[in-house]
């Protein structure tokens, strides 16, 4: 008698995508408004849960759980769905209301702690079953040694599978010496000469070659280390700052991993100039307590009054971005510290002046000094500032007090 062979039924992954994709497609050409239809995100959402529900379901088959009348619903969490795919978890929430007024997905549940249950379109999944037959053990194992006694020689080697043997079995990146461990091998073979490769004795051997390839070793390591701990310098900078900037302004936005990498290129290249203008560490981070200020500049003015906005992150800091991005708070930044130098060298000279005034009365701390004491010291204090111009404006106050 012929033994009936069970059929199991498995969905095959290539097939759903290609169904989902057509009804997508015959979804936008039925949509004539250009706001009803669905872009590659949307798709790219729709054949994730495609994927994961035909996991679940495959899983269900085999465990044989058989399925005769309804599909049962994709059982999942906002959340994965969103690490899966690189985004929010309010992406994923909009992409599902988008699937949802196109009939990809027919209903959702939501069970609060255990996740959300989404019953899909049965056009995508009824039509895409495949049958396997399942065939005894016995007879596969049968069937697969007589194949391979009858055509083993005419098959390939596998080239994966060598190239891992021959890296396995390889010398490459292994000492092999036939001395013991812990002593050093020597650094010349007794028959050949290092450099010209010819039967000499040791000591014919030039040691001015040996000491400048040496020597050329050790500038190029020294060359590497230091250029890889600059550009790790240069780079934790941008970081830093995007660190900084993004609590003081974008403190209610949410940005994925590939969206920070895009706004860190774009802070890269507008803020930092790709790093083309060389300086030290320390006029660096002077740069970086510059940048630090003008974000301050731009917070304090944003809370000053709630009307007032800035452009997206990914805006803000585009280097094309030259009507209202981060670029342009340079010259604000320049403006507001030479109104704080004036109102700085004015303070100073009316208290220089306040000084003169008390000691012609014979007031004041300094009234017990000389005239020439005096002056070297407010000299002395005026010229730690480091400004010329509070050095000029002290020098014509101290001769309009000298006239009067």
Not at 85 to 93: L, N, S
Not at 107 to 136: A, D, M, Q, R
Not at 228 to 245: H, I, K, M, P, R
Request: aromatic content about 10%.
């Amino acid at each position: 008698m012929k033994n009936k062979s069970a059929s199991r039924l498995q969905y095959d992954f290539g097939k759903l995508f290609t169904a989902a994709k057509t009804f997508i497609d015959t979804h936008n050409k039925k949509s004539t408004n250009l706001k009803d239809r669905l872009n590659a995100n949307h798709r790219a959402t729709a054949e994730l849960i495609v994927r994961l529900y035909a996991k679940q379901l495959n899983k269900l088959i085999s465990s044989g759980n058989p399925m005769h009348h309804e599909f049962p619903g994709f059982k999942t969490f906002n959340p994965s769905l969103a690490s899966c795919k690189g985004c929010t978890t309010r992406t994923i929430m909009n992409h599902k209301e988008r699937l949802k007024s196109a009939g990809f997905i027919i209903k959702e549940t939501h069970h609060g702690k255990t996740g959300i249950e989404l019953w899909i379109n049965p056009l995508i999944f009824t039509p895409k079953k495949l049958p396997t037959p399942t065939v005894c053990k016995e007879t596969k194992i049968s069937q697969i040694t007589s194949f391979f006694t009858k055509r083993v020689k005419n098959f390939h080697p596998l080239v994966h599978v060598q190239q891992e043997q021959n890296n396995n079995n390889s010398s490459v990146d292994i000492l092999i010496t036939s001395e013991k461990q812990g002593v050093r091998p020597k650094a010349h073979k007794q028959k050949y000469n290092c450099v010209t490769r010819t039967a000499h004795e040791q000591h014919m051997n030039t040691r001015e070659s040996r000491t400048s390839d040496s020597d050329k070793q050790t500038r190029r390591l020294k060359n590497s280390s230091t250029g890889e701990s600059e550009s790790a310098f240069l780079l934790n900078l941008v970081q830093d700052f995007w660190l900084y900037t993004q609590p003081k302004l974008f403190e209610s936005a949410i940005f994925s991993k590939p969206e920070e990498t895009e706004i860190l290129n774009f802070i890269w290249s507008s803020v930092y100039r790709k790093f083309k203008i060389k300086g030290s560490t320390n006029e660096w981070k002077s740069y970086q307590e510059t940048l630090y200020a003008r974000v301050d500049m731009v917070k304090r003015w944003l809370v000053r009054n709630p009307c007032r906005w800035i452009p997206p992150a990914h805006l803000y800091f585009h280097p094309e971005n030259k009507r209202n991005s981060f670029i342009k708070t340079y010259r604000w930044f320049i403006k507001q510290q030479a109104l704080k130098r004036q109102i700085r060298n004015r303070i100073l000279i009316q208290k220089a002046e306040q000084e003169w005034k008390d000691y012609n009365q014979g007031e004041g701390k300094n009234r017990h000094k000389t005239r020439l004491q005096l002056f070297r010291l407010q000299q002395q204090h005026l010229d730690s500032y480091g400004d010329p111009m509070l050095i000029r404006a002290y020098e014509k106050s101290l001769q309009k007090i000298v006239n009067t």
